[in-house]
């Protein structure tokens, strides 16, 4: 948590501003998704670089040419959000748990990007958003979401991914994008300022043809292999 606070400090004499076009490109029916995107594209690498964070990024050509896809990466902490704002160039909605609907700045974010906010203990909720999730991405939007369900809190190493986080992927028939993040809990969740480099690794997607007929649980365990192998491979 250091580190937030480092960033704020450094960051203090831009806030007042920052936070104002934020509250402004709330407004969506003023803003469309890509300028909104484009703003906190913008504004991310700057933060990062203010806190002593490389983002090291691979991949981008694996990135289906055709929106209307779903990045499943692992989840390492709080930092993982912002190494995708800096590096994914266009605009994606992001599944966000219920308990930071109302975090200031978070809340704006989540208007903002039009995130899908889901409460995991209230099944007929969650199923909204999945089904919701289904009909945007048909529509052409792009989704992260964390199939673990929660950050990891051990570091390089995976958690379970969850099989229901890709019923969206298998009832929309998208491209399923696996995407490995390495180091990016040593950011905010180690009590250090250190000059960090955090990588993205946007693996080659899962197309329909390829998962088709997969049980969901079956596609949760090779998406998980996949990144954790990819861990492995460049975690330092």
């Known amino acids: 948590m250091k580190r937030i606070a480092f960033m704020v400090l450094r960051c203090l004499f831009n806030l007042p501003y920052w936070f104002f076009r934020i509250f402004q490109l709330c407004n969506i029916e003023k803003y469309n998704a890509a300028t909104r995107y484009a703003y906190l594209h913008k504004l991310v690498p700057i933060v990062n670089r203010r806190g002593r964070v490389t983002i090291e990024c691979h991949g981008l050509e694996n990135l289906p040419a055709e929106n ?26 992001t599944v966000m748990k219920k308990e ?4 200031i700045l978070l809340k704006q974010i989540i208007q903002l990007l039009q995130a899908e906010v889901i409460d995991r203990d209230d099944v007929r909720q969650s199923m909204q958003v999945i089904m919701n999730m289904t009909r945007r991405v048909k529509e052409g939007e792009n989704f992260v979401i964390f199939a673990e369900g929660t950050r990891s809190r051990k570091g390089n190493t995976l958690l379970e991914f969850k099989g229901g986080s890709f019923k969206s992927a298998m009832n929309a028939k998208c491209p399923i994008v696996p995407v490995a993040l390495v180091d990016s809990f040593k950011a905010f969740d180690t009590n250090s300022i250190k000059k960090l480099t955090v990588q993205l690794h946007y693996m080659k997607p899962l197309y329909y043809e390829e998962y088709q007929g997969m049980k969901s649980t079956e596609i949760a365990e090779l998406v998980s292999s996949r990144i954790q ?3 492995n491979e460049f975690a330092r």
């Open 100 to 103: 930071v609907k109302d975090t």
């Open 229 to 231: 192998q990819t861990i």
């Open 68 to 93: 209307g896809y779903i990045m499943f990466p692992n989840h390492q902490g709080l930092f993982d959000a912002l190494a995708f704002l800096e590096t994914h160039e266009r605009p994606f909605v």
